[in-house]
């Protein structure tokens, strides 16, 4: 099954339209995560784990979606991905360990080949 996938297509080609109707706002969008994620003195890895702990806290199915696919195109282990989220858990409590759960099954999907 593949949600994950299905969620981030959607919302990708809902966004290519957003960004016609916004391009200048959608284009700063754009710039703004090219500047949060680069490497700097925290490598992306590691921006990219922070924003799956916020992702998850604020349970957005699209924001896992497309950061577990940067996650699993880094690289992370389903370790190092998994003790991000148990901090996600102890900020959230029962809501974010529901959203930690379903970020394992998009790790699982996207780790797929």
Do not use: W
Request: hydrophobic share 40%; net charge negative.
């Amino acid at each position: 099954m593949a949600k994950f996938k299905d969620v981030t297509r959607n919302i990708s080609e809902n966004l290519s339209h957003l960004s016609k109707n916004i391009p200048d706002v959608m284009g700063q969008f754009s710039g703004l995560v090219a500047a949060g994620t680069k490497d700097g003195a925290l490598d992306k890895k590691t921006k990219e784990l922070i924003a799956i702990g916020i992702a998850v806290a604020n349970r957005c199915d699209g924001c896992i979606g497309f950061h577990t696919k940067a996650l699993v195109d880094l690289g992370v282990t389903e370790q190092e991905l998994s003790e991000a989220l148990g901090v996600a858990v102890f900020m959230g409590g029962g809501p974010s360990a529901m959203y930690a759960a379903e970020t394992i099954s998009a790790f699982k999907e996207y780790s797929e080949k």
